[in-house]
Nanobody, 115 residues
Framework: QIHLVESGGGLVQSGGSLNLSCEASGNIGSIYAMGWYRQAPGKERELVAGSTSAGAQTYAQFAKGRFSLSLDDDKGTVALRMTSLKPEDTALYFC?????????WGQGSQVTVSS
């Protein structure tokens, strides 16, 4: 069983920055993927950014150039640095962990960007 603990998020004005962090515990092993998804009210959950433990990263188009993901594969932690935030980035952000065809989710961290 994998347990995810998220931290960060909050309220920021448009143009500001926020950080999200997630730590995985349990039998994480050495081959896995971690990342962040988000879900705005009335919308489907969507990928923000993700990384494999081997270092392969992917970003949603809206995240490219503004968000930066870093994975510490030894510690099983993933951080998301979000800059130039826009009101449309307002959403509940979820940490995601995938290993052996299983998916685990964090509890969700609210990010609110005011205009």
């Amino acid at each position: 069983q994998i347990h995810l603990v998220e931290s960060g998020g909050g309220l920021v004005q448009s143009g500001g920055s926020l950080n999200l962090s997630c730590e995985a515990s349990g039998n994480i092993g050495s081959i896995y993927a971690m990342g962040w998804y988000r879900q705005a009210p009335g919308k489907e959950r969507e990928l923000v950014a993700g990384s494999t433990s081997a270092g392969a990263q992917t970003y949603a188009q809206f995240a490219k150039g503004r968000f930066s993901l870093s994975l510490d594969d030894d510690k099983g932690t993933v951080a998301l640095r979000m800059t130039s935030l826009k009101p449309e980035d307002t959403a509940l952000y979820f940490c995601n962990f995938r290993k052996d065809s299983k998916t685990y989710w964090g509890q969700g961290s609210q990010v609110t960007v005011s205009s």
